[in-house]
């Protein structure tokens, strides 16, 4: 919802800027914007669990460094907005893959938990069960 809101955002600015300078600037702090978060999802480790939208967004934006240089502003603000869209993607992917990975583990140590439980349930009743036969044995 906030990057809907955040693009509709962007979108009314074009509309109120609509000059090509104020456009150009646009682009160029969308392709900062971008490049920090390409740096964000290669921190949060996206290259091993989302390569296919981290590398899009690499492209994208070196495609956007390509039109701002050429003049062609809006077509390097869609690029790097997109770029910027990728990047998040992959951040996010990598933490989805991330946090899986960690309740993977959770159910796994709960399931050795369980099977420890049991285990001792299954003494506990033993331990009964012998006492139970020395208490009536000792009473005849």
């Given at each position: 919802m906030r990057w809907i809101i955040c693009l509709i955002t962007v979108t009314v600015m074009l509309g109120i800027f609509g000059c090509?300078?104020?456009?150009?600037?646009?682009a160029v702090e969308t392709m900062q914007n971008a490049q920090v978060a390409l740096s964000s999802a290669?921190?949060?480790?996206a290259?091993?669990?989302?390569?296919?939208p981290l590398s899009t967004a690499q492209e994208m934006l070196v495609t956007a460094e390509k039109a701002i240089n050429a003049g062609?502003?809006?077509r390097a603000y869609r690029l790097a907005l997109r770029a910027y869209l990728h990047a998040r993607i992959a951040t996010e992917t990598a933490i989805a893959?991330?946090?899986?990975?960690l309740v993977q583990e959770a159910q796994a140590q709960?399931?050795?938990?369980e099977q420890s439980l049991a285990e001792?349930?299954?003494r506990l009743e033993a331990i009964k069960a012998e006492f139970e036969a020395?208490?009536?044995?000792?009473?005849?």
């Open positions: 090509g300078r104020q456009l150009q600037q646009l290669e921190a949060m480790g290259q091993e669990t989302a390569e296919t062609d502003a809006a893959v991330r946090e899986e990975a709960l399931a050795l938990s001792v349930f299954q020395l208490r009536d044995d000792s009473e005849r």
